[in-house]
């Protein structure tokens, strides 16, 4: 069995090494999007855009479909995004989970790997939805890349929503970005739907967020260019 194993497959039993890796670097406006377009042509899972007290860090995990676009993803290190350099660097499924349980401030999910209390900043953010204007929109962020209006009709099945005003937001290229815009039959109904922030669809936890009409069509308008 010896020799040189790369990535870690050594002795022949151990699985492919966990396909994210980390983004440090990544200028203050970055969003999703430009993390799609800075890997262009890689088959992306998840973006997750790290925040620090309440602000964007500039670091950010991105998850592939497999080890080996991860290689690819490397290769992309010290390249450009606007005027800074991007690193990009291999990281620990641990580090990925650590990451996600805190934006989701959800104590547990993960019990071997993550304890404590999130930071109050963080804990105080969440509450500040209480205190935010609602409408009978709300925006759902962190769904499933293959999300489709269904499972968001079942996901609130308890709840009265307009089925025809779901939209779904897409890229240009017509691919999802995890963000969709769910209208309900009243305010009222919209505020009692946000027990559901951070509940599952899939293997996703959701985040709700109040919206208003204007940010549903403009984010529908995107869509559509």
Known sequence: MGGY????????????SFPVVRLRGLPFNCTDIDIFKFFAGLDIVDVLLVNKNGRFSGEAFVLFAGSMQVEFA???DRQNMGRRYVEVFRCKRQDYYHAVAAEVNYEGIYDNDFHG???PSRAKRFNDKDQMEYTEILKLRGLPFSVKKPEIVEFFADFKIVEDRI???CRPDGKATGEAYVEFTSVEEAKRAMC???????SRY????PSTPDEARRAE???RQ
């Open 117 to 119: 209390s999130p930071p």
């Open 74 to 76: 490397l290769q992309r």
């Open 196 to 202: 559901k922030d951070k509940m599952m669809i899939g």
């Open 167 to 169: 939209h779904i937001a």
């Open 221 to 223: 308008s995107r869509s």
């Open 206 to 209: 959701v985040e709700l967020f």
């Open 5 to 16: 194993q790369p990535y870690g497959y050594g002795g022949g039993y151990q699985p492919p």
